[in-house]
């Protein structure tokens, strides 16, 4: 009987219909709904950190006494006066405590337009949210979400291979990747599951600030209103700083790992590879 390892479990990678080139196996990686939803988030998740930087303008939450100069008491503007008098060619900007918000938002005195834009982005994230959750549930990736007991051990190994590919591609040594037999390694397994719920967070927040009277139990649960906006604050930084990451480690392993994200399949193993164990 064969020995081939390169077929998971049954929730990892199914062999496909599509056709097969030859020499080549075919494998499914994401169903339709997902690679929609997980495309369609790049454009709502934009128009909502650019609305919700400006809504946060009006109102800081982390704000200071007003300097006796300058009467500024953002930040965030503190950030931008900064920016202006250190980066070369800014010194001469025409007004840099709006530095931050004419950069990574739609400018100040935006509100009333940055609210219907946030608003009309969190209905269709909310909607985009219920369509990656169908698409889970109809290809069955959501098992390969699942923790699993050798996650921490896995999880090393993983962060000591993507540490190591800049080292070895100077020194042109080989740096072989980690061997798993499921759908996502353990990294990639920690942060896919992490997202889902950050999203989840973000949506229970928003109406916690958006209603803290009507929803004021909601709002409780995060510690009253101002509490509700420190985390809705904090959730959009975890998934800026989830794509960032999320960007270079899908180049760093490869063509694959894109291509199974936008048309769903993947090369995954040679058919003389397969068969070299065959009887």
């Known amino acids: 009987m064969s020995r081939c390892t390169s077929t998971p479990r049954r929730e990892s990678i199914s062999t496909s219909t599509l056709p097969e080139l030859p020499g080549v196996l075919v494998a499914k990686r994401h169903h339709l709904l997902v690679r929609w939803s997980h495309w369609l988030n790049v454009p709502i998740l934009l128009g909502l950190i650019l609305s919700g930087i ?6 800081p939450i982390y704000q200071h006494k007003p300097d006796p ?34 950069h990574l938002g739609l400018g100040p005195y935006m509100l009333a337009p940055a609210l219907r834009l946030h608003w009309f982005c969190a209905y269709l994230f909310m909607l985009n949210g219920v369509v990656y959750l169908v698409g889970l549930v109809l290809g069955g990736g ?33 740096w072989p990747h980690p061997r798993f037999n499921t ?5 990639q397994r920690a942060a896919y599951f992490s997202v889902p719920l950050a999203g989840c967070l973000s949506v229970a927040t928003g109406w916690a600030i958006h209603k803290p009277m009507q929803l004021h139990l909601l709002a409780s649960i995060f510690g009253g209103y101002n509490a509700a906006r420190v985390w809705h604050f904090w959730l959009m930084w975890v998934f800026i700083l989830f794509v960032i990451p999320h960007v270079i480690l899908v180049f760093a392993d ?8 936008i048309v769903g399949w993947s090369t995954r193993v040679t058919r003389a590879g397969l068969t070299a164990n065959e009887p």
Not at 54 to 59: A, E, G, L
């Open 69 to 102: 100069l300058t009467g500024n008491f953002d930040v965030a503007a503190d950030i931008g006066i900064w920016i202006c008098a250190h980066v070369p060619g800014l010194h001469h900007y025409s007004s840099p405590p709006d530095w931050i918000y004419n």
């Open 142 to 174: 959501w098992r390969g979400l699942l923790p699993r007991r050798s996650d921490f051990l896995d999880a090393f190994r993983m962060l000591r291979y993507y540490l190591g590919i800049p080292f070895a591609k100077i020194t042109r040594r080989q």
């Open 54 to 59: 400006s809504i946060y303008w009006s109102s």
């Open 254 to 261: 490869g063509w694959d790992t894109l291509r199974g994200m």
């Open 183 to 187: 759908k996502y390694n353990a990294l």
